[in-house]
């Protein structure tokens, strides 16, 4: 008779992006892991596979989360130059508050690990590819409704978007200054008008 797990799946991968997210793949020991999520070591090598497997796994979780959670921004309904406004400041608000100055979790692996690792790699492209999709189709319904001049590169801006996206959270790891993301917005935005 198999043994039944004794943990929930999805709350030891809440904690493996938490520990991934605040350490890095690298700076976290298999230990660590274990005494992180509760779990003996059998456990987690039978549920997740290997070290890189569970961070695959978390990083996977995490960029469906940021998928969306900007989905549901995009399509909230307002003009879509307040929504891309009040996302960028979202995001910044929440980058600000964050005590550990983590940044983002996609960006940071992409960082740390995607030249290294194909995987990685193609996580974190496939996920830049579904962000400026995202922004791409908000952006044609801003043409469509007058709310963005026609004339304007939908993809080259959401390119635009998704790249500021990007350093912000870079940004937010050691700037603190409100005033400095203030300006990023509105010079994205500016590129609306």
């Known amino acids: 008779m198999a043994r039944n797990r004794e943990f929930e799946t999805d709350e030891v991968l809440d904690k493996a992006i938490d520990l991934f997210w605040n350490?890095?793949?690298?700076?976290?020991?298999?230990?660590?892991?274990?005494?992180?999520?509760?779990?003996?070591?059998?456990?987690?090598?039978?549920?997740?596979?290997?070290?890189?497997?569970?961070?695959?796994?978390?990083?996977?979780?995490?960029?469906?989360?940021?998928y969306n959670?900007?989905?549901?921004?995009?399509?909230?309904?307002?003009?879509?130059?307040?929504?891309?406004?009040?996302?960028?400041?979202?995001?910044?608000?929440?980058a600000l508050a964050d005590s550990r100055h983590k940044g983002c979790f996609v960006v940071n692996?992409?960082?740390?690990?995607?030249?290294?690792?194909?995987?990685?790699?193609?996580?974190?492209?496939?996920?830049?590819?579904?962000m400026e999709e995202l922004f791409t189709k908000a952006i044609q319904r801003g043409i469509k409704t007058g709310d963005i001049p026609s004339g304007k590169n939908a993809k080259a801006l959401s390119r635009t978007i998704c790249n500021t996206i990007s350093g912000i959270e870079v940004d937010a790891r050691y700037i603190r200054a409100k005033q400095h993301f203030a300006d990023i917005i509105d010079n994205v935005m500016e590129l609306l008008n």
């Open 69 to 94: 959670e900007a989905n549901e921004e995009l399509e909230n309904g307002r003009d879509v130059k307040a929504q891309i406004d009040l996302m960028l400041k979202n995001i910044v608000k929440k």
């Open 23 to 66: 350490k890095g793949y690298n700076g976290v020991s298999t230990q660590e892991m274990i005494n992180e999520f509760g779990i003996s070591k059998s456990s987690m090598y039978g549920a997740f596979g290997d070290k890189m497997e569970l961070f695959i796994l978390a990083l996977e979780r995490y960029r469906g989360r940021l």
């Open 109 to 130: 692996s992409c960082i740390e690990l995607a030249r290294h690792n194909e995987q990685v790699a193609k996580i974190v492209t496939e996920h830049q590819q579904n």
